[in-house]
């Protein structure tokens, strides 16, 4: 089965900096690749995703950019603020055309994103 | 997009007692998920929630332990049977709405 690995475990940046998380995943046949964000004490929210036909994806100050020949995918937050603190998890699944949904999602192991004041 | 309640949102319960999670959606999806997510780790599928029908477990875990029930498009329940402080976790519930998975915001259980 797919097999995501989410890489740093924690990450602490000054307001203002940028911050980057990176995930791999296993299985070729994966095609969506959701990030969610989550706060203490509430359930994860998704924040932006991406399907294996498009290379990048910004919304705001997030993007999220994905490399399917090297199977990684990477969350990219700019102008990053104290309110980004979060723990951000990223998954992959198989979608099919038309909305189609059979994949189950895989998580990664989340990273514990830190924004000083 | 889809909304997603809990109810208990956090219980204390003691050994060997049994605790029903409820999971309602705001609208009708073809696609339910039950997770457990422990202290400090990330989310473990336990089973989907079919309507009308047994769910679908996932590796590790069993019907005995967690029954599942969905009685319709909108809501569904899980069960944590005989518990131990080992099921001391943060349950969630899950709803798909295309390719767009939504998560409820968790029942935080504890068990002495």
């Known amino acids: 089965g797919e097999n995501v690995e989410q890489h740093p475990s924690t990450l602490s940046v000054q307001e203002g900096d940028s911050a980057v998380i990176k995930c791999t995943y296993s299985?070729?046949?994966?095609?969506?690749f959701p990030w969610y964000k989550q706060e203490l004490g509430k359930g994860p929210q998704l924040i932006i995703d991406i399907r294996s036909n498009v290379g990048e994806k910004k919304d705001q100050r997030i993007a999220v950019t994905l490399n399917k020949t090297a199977k990684h995918f990477s969350l990219h937050i700019t102008e990053t603020q104290p309110e980004d603190s979060a723990v951000y998890f990223c998954?992959?699944?198989?979608?099919?055309?038309?909305?189609?949904?059979?994949?189950?999602?895989?998580f990664g192991q989340g990273t514990i994103l830190t924004v000083h004041p | 997009s889809a909304v997603i309640s809990q109810k208990p949102s956090r219980d204390i319960c003691q050994r060997g007692t049994s605790l029903t999670i409820q999971c309602q959606v705001d609208?009708?999806?073809?696609?339910m998920f039950w997770y457990r997510q422990q202290p400090g780790q990330s989310l473990t599928l336990i089973a989907t929630a079919n309507q009308g029908s047994e769910a679908t477990y996932e590796s590790g875990f069993v019907i005995d332990k967690f029954p599942i029930s969905r009685p319709n498009l909108t809501f569904s329940t899980l069960t944590v049977s005989n518990m131990s402080p080992e099921d001391s976790s943060i349950y969630l519930c899950s709803a798909k709405v295309g390719d767009t998975q939504y998560f409820g915001p968790g029942t935080r259980l504890t068990v002495l």
């Open positions: 609208s009708q999806v073809t696609m």
């Open positions: 299985d070729s046949a994966s095609n969506y």
């Open positions: 998954a992959a699944s198989m979608v099919g055309a038309g909305g189609t949904s059979y994949g189950k999602l895989t």
